[in-house]
């Protein structure tokens, strides 16, 4: 059960660049962009620009902003980034990256105003390593949710994204 004292703190993050990416565009230069969710919530998904020029070294400096549960990322809770090529018959998969909200949450500064940029390697859709994509994130103070009628039960996830929503000011 889910008290009605569930935090939440505000990520930030700036989608930097990515290098070294598999080529997946036989003809032309790739057209990159990013993908970003916690957990692969399709609702709570968030893009990068599309970077016409970088082609297998794009670069982007898009942020975002998520709202995370302090205590579901202390579970098994990842933030998941999904790179693709933008094509005109459809757009591919180039990598994705999968990283544990845990470790950012034990490795953010101890100061809420400061920033830390970090590189993980992307991984193809078959599972091989090619390339990195680096990005930078901070983490704000914690947030308790507006105690209401149903706190005591945990939300749907229609609750939950429409407070993420709330939160984050979109």
């Known amino acids: 059960m889910i008290s009605g004292n569930m935090e939440y703190r505000q990520l ?26 916690i957990g692969g919530d399709p609702i709570g998904k968030r893009k990068t620009h599309v970077d016409k ?22 579970s098994a809770l990842h933030l998941y980034f999904r790179i ?48 990195t994509l680096k990005f930078s994130y901070k983490l704000g103070d914690k947030l308790a949710a507006p105690a209401g009628p149903s706190a005591a039960y945990p939300p749907s996830a229609d609750e939950r994204n429409l407070f993420c929503y709330f939160l984050i000011g979109i």
């Open 53 to 74: 020029q970088g082609g297998k070294s794009p670069k982007w400096n898009h942020h975002l902003k998520f709202a995370v549960d302090v205590l579901a990322a202390n």
């Open 84 to 131: 693709r090529s933008d094509r005109h018959l459809g757009d591919k998969d180039i990598g994705d990256v999968t990283v544990p909200i845990k470790e950012l949450l034990d490795a953010a500064p101890a100061a809420t105003d400061g920033e830390r940029v970090v590189e993980y390697p992307a991984h193809t859709p078959s599972g091989k390593p090619k390339g």
């Open 12 to 37: 930030d993050i700036t989608v930097i660049s990515a290098e070294n990416l598999k080529d997946v565009n036989l003809i032309s230069e790739m057209d990159v962009y990013v993908e970003v969710s």
